[in-house]
């Protein structure tokens, strides 16, 4: 859509010098890390809540739609303006208002990123667990709005168990107070959890208060190499055994790790292995150690080699894990990054069957992801310039998400649905969900002003 001059008129009267339509500024907010992209009409950076009530308020008064973008991390077009209109960045929006170590909790506008607010409150004695691999660049709404997992989910959950509360601007223009600033509470329909997760279909979230938690005194690493991906995910089962919960279980293929060796110049994990799982244990310094040798002894029957890293040791490690996503373009320089989580039980024979539709398809793949809890980021590489290869990578995925579904999984684990996995949700979903999804979407955005077109 053409945006009518009245109205920019009117954005650049809320949000003065900071209202944009220049081509170069619509093309840089008009994709995230998909590489899929569509030119908004628009893009405006409030300051405030109150401006951006304002710009929702003139939004709906023209059915103008409205994208909130926090740092265009996201992995399945959330952010993408597929039907023009406004992108509201949240860059802008980025104090950290409050931490109290006392409360547990701290509150910050979502533009904050989310490594900052990690480091800020550990300098406190306090800790934020959410760790997304892009926790350094990606912001705390766009999280939320997300529902970001990332690598320490195993023991200590998601991004919607650290959200207390929530301020958000509706379609309407009202802003809501949702949650609150304690632990605990049970009055009411808890109606923060709608907006968690609903990748801004449903306002615009402007304010979060989150739960902290006492800083863990110390953590260890193992890294332990395998022959195979099977091996690899047949050992978490005797890891988690142990009665140990690990604060991190992470699984990379040959290929993974390969693509790493390419991407750092430098093997940081080694040579040959078919296949390893990055263990992380945090606690108290004696906890620690023994939880290592245990974890080491459960690896004992699979592994081919293990090695126990501490300090700048265990940082050269988690560097490179975080790599992982760059570091696959070395191989081909497209990829559909799948975040499917199955039983974990199931692990092994998900590895096994991603490996049968690689082959039948001629297709080169990459597994990585959070073996602990069953999230495995399956990568189908492929050359976009290669009409048949991407045809190929497309069958697939479609054949990936019906393995999925037949072990009992999910298709998305934390990259939500955006567009990307738009086509293939009614896989997963019955229509007496899908249909109450939708209810739920015309009720509260009835204009369909709010991300139109995503996740559901």
């Known amino acids: 859509m053409i945006l009518a001059r009245d109205v920019i008129s009117a954005l650049d009267r809320i949000c003065t010098n900071r209202c944009f339509t220049d081509p170069e500024s619509l093309a840089l907010y008009g994709y995230d890390a998909t590489r899929i992209s569509h030119t908004p009409d628009a893009v405006v950076f409030p300051q405030n809540t109150a401006e951006i009530a304002d710009i929702v308020k003139l939004a709906g008064t023209r059915a103008i739609p409205l994208i909130a973008r926090g740092a265009g991390t996201g992995l399945s077009g959330g952010s993408v303006p597929i039907s023009g209109g406004i992108v509201v960045s949240m860059e802008k929006m980025d104090r950290i208002v409050s931490i109290s170590r006392t409360d547990l909790i701290a509150e910050v506008e979502p533009g904050v990123i989310t490594g900052e607010l990690k480091r800020r409150v550990s300098e406190v004695g306090l800790f934020y667990p959410p760790d997304p691999a892009s926790s350094e660049f990606s912001s705390i709404g766009g999280n939320i709005s ?21 301020e958000v601007v509706l379609p309407t223009g009202a802003v809501l107070w949702i949650g609150r600033h304690t632990h605990k509470g049970v009055v009411g329909f808890s109606l923060k959890d709608l907006f968690i997760g609903a990748e801004g279909t449903l306002g615009i979230i402007t304010r979060a208060v989150l739960r902290l938690i006492p800083r863990p005194r110390t953590s260890s690493v193992l890294f332990a190499t395998f022959r195979d991906a099977v091996a690899s995910a047949s050992a978490v089962e005797d890891i988690l055994g142990t009665g140990i919960l690990p ?3 992470e699984f990379m293929d040959h290929a993974s790790m390969s693509a790493v060796a390419a991407y750092m110049g430098t093997g940081v994990f080694g040579d040959g292995a078919g296949a390893a799982l990055l263990i992380e244990v ?5 906890e620690t150690a023994r939880a290592i040798d245990t974890m080491r002894a459960a690896c004992g029957k699979e592994a081919v080699s293990t090695e126990v890293a501490h300090g700048q040791d265990a940082e050269r490690l988690w560097t490179a894990r975080r790599a992982l996503s760059p570091a696959l373009t070395k191989i081909k320089p497209f990829r559909l990054n799948e975040d499917v989580v199955v039983p974990l039980s199931k692990l092994p024979d998900l590895v096994a069957g991603v ?8 297709l080169s793949y990459a597994n990585f992801g959070h073996a602990g ?4 980021h399956v990568n189908v590489l492929y050359d976009e310039k290669d009409a048949d290869e991407h045809k190929r990578a497309l069958m697939a995925v479609d054949l990936l998400f019906d393995l999925v579904i037949g072990l009992g999984g999910t298709l998305s684990g934390e990259h939500g649905v955006g567009i990307t996995k738009l086509m293939y949700i009614t896989k997963e979903l019955s229509p007496a ?3 109450l999804m939708k209810e739920i979407k015309r009720l509260v955005d009835p204009n369909n002003i ?5 996740a559901i």
Do not use: C, F, Q, W
């Open 146 to 166: 997300e529902n970001a997992g990332g690598l320490r989910a195993i023991k200590y959950g998601s991004t919607s168990n650290y959200v207390l509360g929530l």
């Open 282 to 286: 945090d606690g108290i310094e004696e």
């Open 450 to 454: 709010m991300n139109p077109g995503k």
């Open 433 to 435: 969900a899908h249909g």
């Open 247 to 249: 604060s991190a279980l």
């Open 355 to 362: 490996h049968r539709i690689a082959m039948s398809l001629n």
């Open 373 to 376: 809890d069953g999230n495995i």
